[in-house]
């Protein structure tokens, strides 16, 4: 029972359920890549490879996690929303949380090795963006945008791995370009609960440099641009009547997201955060393999 109390607390270090917004994405990026390549004449996925691809992702997030966790312990604990959190409160050592990231960075770049030539190369540099989104907050409020991009790796580089290659990439990239804006999007959205905070102790942010209002603003242009990649995919792809089907329905969760998070009114911005856009995210993933399958 202790070891598993012990597992729980490093899951919620990690936040392990907020695994429901990029996983989907590098899913339904892994599902194209392989009908890319098996239409090409090339093998595709076989479980081995899937489940490389699901390790690469689950060590880079632990780890990106992990190290955002360390480097914010003393912000955490200043900060009333977080000071509850594994580290402030001691329920992790610092050690553990080392070891943790660490081992979760190995683990991504062990199973990047193991997927080809290519995703070896590139994840060394993979890794430095997730690890660094973590910094960006003490000197540009652009942090957000890097936070997007980070995550904007996965079906990238889930793609990387079914090909071998770069070739189709313009429906990775318009893919990358939705998952960056939507990321970035909602977690402005999300910064709102920070804004007086992060001006009072010189910390970036868009809340902080642009207001709740221009914040909101730009929060909701990013979301169009989501909508504008994700119809890209869909045209790129050449996707049918089912993919577009989820697109609307995207669409209309995003509106609905901005439509219950008001300036003067953060009372929803929970449900907005994780609720909303988890449905995003699987979403996405079942419209895209249901079109795949049955369209």
């Known amino acids: 029972m202790a070891a598993l109390s012990q597992l729980r607390v490093f899951g919620q270090l990690i936040k392990f359920s907020h695994t429901v917004f990029g996983l989907p994405f590098a899913l339904a990026a892994t599902a194209l890549a392989h009908r890319f390549a098996t239409m090409a004449g090339q093998p595709g996925l076989d479980v081995v490879r899937v489940v490389l691809i699901v390790l690469a992702f ?53 199973a990047s090795a193991l997927l080809g030539p290519l995703p070896a190369m590139l994840a060394p540099g993979c890794l430095v963006v997730v690890l660094g989104y973590s910094l960006f907050k003490r000197f540009s409020w652009s942090s957000h945008l890097v936070l997007g991009l980070a995550l904007a790796l996965a079906p990238g580089g889930a793609w990387i791995a079914v090909t071998g290659s770069f070739d189709g990439a313009w429906v990775p990239l318009a893919l990358m370009a939705a998952v960056a804006t939507w990321v970035a999007g909602f977690d402005v959205l999300y910064a709102l609960q920070d804004e007086a905070f992060d001006r009072a102790h010189g910390l970036h942010s868009i809340p902080a440099r642009f207001g709740t ?83």
């Open 213 to 295: 209002v221009g914040a909101i603003a730009i929060s909701a242009a990013l979301h169009v641009a989501t909508m504008a990649a994700l119809v890209t995919v869909h045209l790129l792809a050449d996707l049918g009547w089912i993919h577009g089907a989820g697109l609307a329905v995207i669409a209309t969760i995003l509106v609905v997201e901005h439509a219950i998070v008001r300036p003067g009114d953060l009372s929803k911005l929970g449900r907005a955060f994780f609720d909303l856009n988890g449905w995003v995210s699987v979403g996405y993933l079942a419209a895209t393999l249901l079109d795949m399958t049955l369209a």
């Open 58 to 110: 689950a060590g880079a997030r632990s780890a990106a996690m992990g190290f955002n966790r360390i480097v914010d312990r003393g912000v955490d604990a200043a900060n009333p929303r977080t000071a509850d959190r594994e580290l402030p409160r001691g329920m992790i050592s610092l050690r553990a949380a080392w070891a943790l990231t660490i081992v979760s960075a190995l683990v991504f770049l062990g």
